[in-house]
């Protein structure tokens, strides 16, 4: 399979720990986004990159939040202190990332985070 | 600021009926137009977009979406409706030049029964 994948697809976690969750991009794709969704809502724009660089982080990215895009491939998503206000899916996306911005995102199944 | 807005939470249609998901859009400047469809238990599926150009776009499983600039819409549409069709859908704008970011609607449940 050749899309985006994630891992783990499940987290359980209790409030006050730590998390990190994994973004395997489709291997040509230099854009790289991370988004937040909870029930009943649309996605929410969390941060992206070119390639290592992260771009662009939306003020939802408290400073508990961290993201890393080593090398420019897989992406990392670490939540310290986790608070039950955490608990989400979060979608990974990628694109192509030549254009200005008219490229269609390819998405990831996303890792649905419990925090009890 | 952008924003999209899904005034529908709900759609129900019967199959073989025409069906319109609602759609509107605040961005400045030309905005990029998207549909992403969402099945339990699956992640986001791009359907179609408007970048520019014809303003009757046509997408994956026959559906298509009619980008109106006057109105700010980007209704969402399909000629005669599948019960395969029941799922999420969610429409979603980005701005030039900010790195295709996505803000979307809040979704809506589009249920079509026999």
């Known amino acids: 399979d050749t899309g985006v994948s994630q891992d783990p697809r499940h987290k359980i976690t209790k409030r006050g720990q730590n998390v990190t969750f994994r973004c395997d991009p489709i291997?040509?794709?230099?854009?790289l986004y991370w988004y937040r969704q909870t029930l009943g809502q649309g996605p929410e724009f969390l941060t992206y990159f070119q390639n290592e660089a992260q771009l662009e982080k939306s003020r939802l990215l408290s400073d508990r939040f961290s993201a890393e895009r080593p090398k420019g491939s897989f992406s990392t998503l670490e939540i310290q202190r986790t608070e039950q206000g955490d608990s989400a899916m979060y979608l990974c996306?990628?694109?192509?990332?030549?254009?200005?911005?008219?490229?269609?995102?390819?998405f990831g199944p996303g890792t649905r985070l419990t925090v009890l | 600021a952008q924003s999209v807005a899904q005034p529908e939470d709900q759609v129900n249609v019967a199959e073989g009926n025409p069906l319109t998901v609602k759609c509107t859009y605040s961005?400045?400047?030309?905005?990029?137009l998207f549909w992403y469809v969402q099945y339990p238990n699956r992640g986001l599926q791009f359907l179609l977009k408007y970048i520019t150009g014809d303003n009757l776009v046509k997408g994956s499983y026959g559906f298509e979406a009619e980008f109106n600039k006057s109105q700010t819409s980007f209704h969402l549409k399909k000629p005669s409706a599948l019960v395969s069709d029941s799922a999420l859908y969610f429409c979603?704008?980005?701005?030039?030049?900010?790195?295709?970011?996505?803000?979307f609607g809040q979704g809506t449940e589009l249920s079509v029964k026999p």
């Open positions: 979603a704008v980005s701005a030039p030049n900010q790195g295709g970011k996505l803000i």
């Open positions: 996306a990628s694109s192509l990332g030549v254009t200005s911005g008219s490229e269609e995102q390819f």
């Open positions: 291997s040509e794709h230099n854009r």
């Open positions: 961005v400045s400047g030309n905005p990029y």
